[in-house]
């Protein structure tokens, strides 16, 4: 059985979630960048790719956040059930 979300409660959680999003896309561009320098210093294609590997993991979150508020915008445009509480 779960209880349903408040909407204090949805508020806090969405706070958490896009803090926990932007620390990790901050995380994966700093990595990204000294990978890139570090491999381009020691000429390693290893650490090069590991660098774009974080580039590409950004990218790909960016997406999904804003996949998501696209999402979230159009189901309260559409007024469908599945829409959350406007925060």
């Given at each position: 059985m779960t209880a349903a979300l408040t909407?204090?409660?949805r508020s806090v959680l969405v706070?958490?979630?896009?803090l926990l999003v932007?620390?990790?896309?901050?995380?994966?561009?700093?990595?990204?960048?000294?990978?890139?320098?570090?491999g381009h210093a020691a000429s390693s294609i290893a650490l090069i790719g590991?660098?774009?590997?974080s580039v590409i993991?950004?990218?790909?979150?960016?997406a999904a956040?804003?996949?998501?508020a696209v999402a979230r915008r159009?189901?309260?445009r559409s007024g469908s059930p599945?829409?959350?509480p406007a925060s």
């Open positions: 909407s204090d409660r706070r958490r979630i896009r932007a620390i990790t896309i901050i995380y994966n561009v700093i990595e990204a960048v000294i990978a890139i320098a570090a590991f660098g774009l590997d993991e950004v990218r790909s979150a960016a956040v804003a996949w998501s159009t189901a309260r599945w829409s959350p």
